[in-house]
């Protein structure tokens, strides 16, 4: 009897050690296989971003101006939590020991982009680490402006109206600077640029071309004047 009892007691052990293995290793594949941005280390070198989360779309690749259709990009959202508009940032993302470069440029405060890999690398399928760091972040000193003393924008598909309304001539070149989105999102790391090449007098108007400006899906940033 001591000795059936003894099988008995060791096959439940077995049994409870099967089921504690079982969720064990089924709760590392749902970790491993899943990403979780509060797994996120943030470095101090990028302090001021906060990563959102990680994903793969089919689209257009807009990172480097091509717009390329793509299937399986590799994208982050990032998210401005820092107080003053970010300039430039040259983030990296470390996962399981390889690291995914995204740039951000022109974010303010609060606001969150959508960032396609520079190197267009695929996502990884497993995560089981994640470190978030910058190899370069700028922040802008003076919070930048559409300078609306000075000028007068109005927006057209493909390109900008610009109107000189101060009393002054305003010398070139004046840089305009944009970005799209969805919805409440800013779509890619790239900020375009559209230049005045010509010094404007009050009143005078020039239409600028401004490609991949769409009204309605693109947003004025901030207007620089040397």
Known sequence: MKKKNICIIAAVLLVALAVVLYFVLRDDGEAATTFDPSMTVVEDSARGLKLISLDTIAGAYVEDGSDTASENIFTALFQNAGGSTLQLANAVITINGTEYR???????????????????????????????????????????????????????????VVTNISDETVSAPIYLFYKNYDGEIYIGGITYMTTVEKSLAPGESVAVVAGHFIPGSSKLMYVYVP
């Open 102 to 160: 995204f740039d951000i440029t022109t974010l303010p405060p609060g606001a969150q982009v959508r960032v396609m890999e520079k190197d267009k690398k695929q996502m990884p399928e497993t995560f089981e680490s994640c470190t978030l760091s910058a190899e370069n972040i700028i922040w802008f000193e003076s919070e930048p402006s559409l300078c609306e003393d000075r000028f007068e924008i109005i927006e057209r598909s493909g390109g900008l």
